[in-house]
C-alpha cells in the first residue's frame, strides 16, 4: 500500500516534480515534464509499479525531515541504533537536464543502508532492459525501454528479481551521492554532474526567488512554502502552471473521483498568478500572459479551460489499467475530459489577473490588450450560456451564479482598463452589459426567503463558491446578502469545521458517491471572516488550517475530518493560492483593527 498522502514531500526542478515518502521511497516521478508518464507509480499501486528506495536496513530507524530553508532541497534525517545519517534529496534547476540527486552524508557512527531501484516506464506498463554500463563509469547502470532512458550512478547496483538493489554503509564524515538522469534513449547517456556545484547553484537560486518577498508576520512561514510550492508547479519554459504534480489521487477513498490535475487550467493558474503578484513577482506575470497569448490564439470561441503545459489542446481522457490505484481507488485517468467543457468563470479569473498585472506596472504589449477586447467581444455575445461552472459539474450545464459573477468581472475590468488605463473599447457598451449582469444576478441568482445568493438560478442550493462574490468586490463583504449567504455555507456546508464544495447528494454534478472538505473553500470562509469584521473567527479557522499542512508545510486538495488525513492531488496549487491569500486578508485586517 502506498502511504498517506501526507507522508509525501515534494522535490522538482521547475519541468517535473517527485514525491519522496517517509520511507525514504520516491514513489511518484514523471519525466522529463509533469505531465509524462511516469517513471516511478507506486504512488498508484505497489512497489511492482516502480519506486526509488533509500533508507536504512535496521527497522529501528526513525526519520525526520525538513526542507532547507527557503528551497525544495529535502533532508531526511535517519537516527539508527549504529549512528545518524543524512539523505538530501533533490532535483537540480537549471542543468537542462532531467536529474534526480540522492546525497548521503554521515553525522555520526556509521549506518548501512539499502538502496531498491525499481524503474518502470509508462505508467508501469514497460519494464526496462537494465544493464551494466562501466564505458560511462564506474557502477553506472542504464535502463531503456521504448523512448524513455535512465542512467544511474552510485554505490553498485545488482539484478534481484526485476529490481536493481544496493547495500553500502557511511561512516561519520563521509558523503555518497546517486544520481539519477533521464534521456531520450536514441541519444547517447550524459555526462556525469558535479554534485556539488548542482547543490549549491540549485539552493542559490530558490532562496534568491524565496527572497523576493516579504510573507506577514503571521503565517510567514506558510506563505513562503505556498509561494515557492506555486514556483515549483510552474513549468521553466512554458510558463505553463500544473494544478498539481499528481494524477488519481481520489476524492474519496475507493471512489472514482479520480482526475489527473497535471494540466493548466486557467482558473487555477490566473488565482496563482494573483497571489504570485500580492508579493511582488511580476517577471512570473509576463511570463504566463505569454503563455495565455499563445494557448489561446485564434478564436475566442475556441477557448478551452485548460490546456497542457505549452499549451496543447488535445487532452483526452483514458484510463490505465497498468496502475490499480491509490490504494485500491480506481480508476486511473489521464488526460482529463474537463478540457472539453464550457466554464463562464475563465473569462473573469483572467481578466482579474491582466487587470492586476497592469496594477502592478506590467505594460500591455501589441498583443495582450487585443485578445482582452476579443474575449470581452465573445462574451458579448454568449454570456448568458448556461455552463458547467467552477466545479466542472459532468451533469447539465445550468446558470451558476458564481460564473455570471465572474462574467460581471470580467466586463468590470474591460471597463476599468478604458476608464483608468486609457485603453480603447466600447465601453459603454461594455457598463450596459456589467449592469445588466448584476441586475439578473441580484434577481435570479439570489434568494430573498432564505436570505442567500444561490448556487444556480432555480435552485435552494448553496455552494462554497458564492464567498468569491464579495473577493471581487461585486458585494461588500459586509452587505446583508452577503452575510446571508455566509450563514447559510455554515448551515449545509460545514462538516466538523470545514466547509464542503457543495452538497453532493444534490446530484448537480452528475457524479456518485461522495467527497471531502475542500481546502481552498476552508480559506476562503478565512477570507470573509477577515474582511466582514469576524477576524477572530477568521484566526480561529486559519490555525486549523494551517495545522493541517504536513510536517513540510504541504497541503492536498481535501482533507478527510474522520479519518484525519490529507485527500486529493498533492501539492495542490488551488490549496496554496488560497492559502496565500487569506494570511494577506489576516495581515490586512490586523493593521486596521
Not at 422 to 438: H, K, M, N, S, T
Request: with cysteine; aromatic share 10%.
Amino acid at each position: 500500500m502506498a502511504l498517506p498522502i501526507e507522508d509525501y514531500a515534494m522535490i522538482g526542478d521547475c519541468h517535473t516534480a517527485a514525491l519522496v515518502g517517509r520511507t525514504g521511497s520516491i514513489d511518484w516521478l514523471c519525466l522529463p515534464r509533469f505531465d509524462s508518464p511516469s517513471t516511478f507509480g507506486a504512488l498508484l499501486g505497489t512497489e511492482e509499479h516502480g519506486r526509488w528506495l533509500l533508507a536504512p536496513t535496521d527497522a529501528r530507524s526513525t526519520a525526520t525531515r525538513r526542507y532547507l530553508e527557503g528551497t525544495f532541497l529535502l533532508v531526511t534525517r535517519w537516527d539508527t541504533p549504529d549512528g545518524v545519517v543524512e539523505v538530501t534529496d533533490l532535483m537540480p534547476h537549471g542543468d537542462r537536464r532531467a536529474d534526480v540527486i540522492r546525497r548521503i552524508r554521515g553525522v555520526s557512527g556509521r549506518v548501512e543502508l539499502r538502496q531498491e531501484l525499481a524503474i518502470r516506464f509508462d505508467y508501469a506498463d514497460a519494464m526496462p532492459w537494465m544493464r551494466q554500463a562501466p564505458e560511462y563509469g564506474s557502477n553506472a547502470v542504464i535502463g531503456i525501454a521504448g523512448p524513455d532512458a535512465v542512467i544511474v550512478r552510485g554505490p553498485a547496483l545488482h539484478a534481484t528479481n526485476h529490481y536493481h538493489e544496493s547495500i553500502f554503509s557511511v561512516a561519520e564524515g563521509e558523503t555518497v551521492d546517486i544520481v539519477l538522469t533521464w534521456y531520450p534513449s536514441h541519444r547517447p547517456a550524459p555526462g556525469p554532474l558535479d554534485v556539488d556545484k548542482q547543490i549549491e547553484d540549485t539552493t542559490a537560486w530558490w532562496r534568491e526567488w524565496a527572497s523576493r518577498s516579504e510573507p506577514p508576520a503571521l503565517y510567514g512561514a506558510e506563505v513562503e512554502r505556498s509561494l515557492l510550492v506555486l514556483r515549483a508547479l510552474t513549468h521553466e519554459d512554458t510558463g505553463g502552471i500544473v494544478a498539481a504534480a499528481t494524477t488519481s489521487l481520489p476524492e474519496e477513498f475507493g471512489g472514482s473521483r479520480n482526475w489527473d490535475y497535471r494540466y493548466t487550467w486557467i482558473r487555477d493558474a490566473s488565482l496563482t498568478l494573483s497571489a504570485l503578484m500580492l508579493y511582488g513577482y511580476e517577471d512570473e506575470a509576463g511570463h504566463w500572459r505569454h503563455w495565455l497569448l499563445r494557448a489561446i490564439a485564434g478564436d475566442p470561441a475556441d477557448i478551452q479551460i485548460m490546456y497542457g503545459l505549452s499549451g496543447e489542446r488535445r487532452l483526452p481522457e483514458s484510463e490505465l489499467t497498468s496502475l490499480p490505484g491509490y490504494n485500491g481507488s480506481a480508476p486511473v485517468r489521464v488526460g482529463n475530459g474537463a478540457a472539453d467543457q464550457y466554464q463562464g468563470d475563465i473569462f473573469g479569473e483572467l481578466m482579474i489577473a491582466l487587470r492586476e498585472a497592469r496594477r502592478i506596472g506590467v505594460e500591455e504589449d501589441q498583443y495582450s490588450w487585443p485578445l482582452q477586447r476579443s474575449l470581452l467581444g465573445f462574451l458579448e455575445q454568449t454570456w448568458q450560456r448556461p455552463d458547467n461552472g467552477i466545479w466542472e459539474i459532468r451533469g447539465p450545464q445550468v446558470a451558476f451564479t458564481h460564473s455570471r459573477a465572474m462574467i460581471w468581472a470580467a466586463f468590470a475590468c474591460g471597463v476599468e482598463a478604458v476608464e483608468t488605463y486609457g485603453l480603447d473599447g466600447p465601453v459603454e457598451r461594455w457598463r450596459e452589459l456589467r449592469d445588466a449582469i448584476r441586475h439578473e444576478i441580484e434577481t435570479e441568482g439570489y434568494d430573498p426567503v432564505r436570505g442567500t445568493f444561490r448556487q444556480h438560478y432555480g435552485t435552494c442550493e448553496v455552494d462554497a463558491s458564492l464567498l468569491l462574490l464579495s473577493q471581487i468586490g461585486f458585494v461588500a463583504p459586509d452587505d446583508p446578502r452577503m452575510l446571508g449567504t455566509v450563514a447559510a455555507i455554515e448551515e449545509d456546508l460545514l462538516r466538523d469545521g470545514l466547509l464542503l464544495r457543495y452538497r453532493t447528494e444534490s446530484g448537480v454534478d452528475g457524479l456518485p458517491g461522495g467527497e471531502h472538505p475542500f481546502l481552498a473553500c476552508s480559506f476562503w470562509l478565512v477570507q470573509q471572516y477577515a474582511h466582514s469584521g469576524r477576524l477572530d473567527d477568521a484566526i480561529a479557522l486559519m490555525d486549523r488550517l494551517v495545522g493541517l499542512c504536513n510536517d513540510v508545510g504541504l497541503l492536498s486538495e481535501e482533507y478527510d475530518v474522520e479519518g484525519r488525513r490529507q485527500v486529493g492531488n498533492t501539492p495542490q496549487a488551488f490549496s496554496h493560492l488560497a492559502l496565500v491569500r487569506a494570511a494577506d486578508a489576516i495581515a490586512r485586517a490586523t493593521a486596521v483593527r
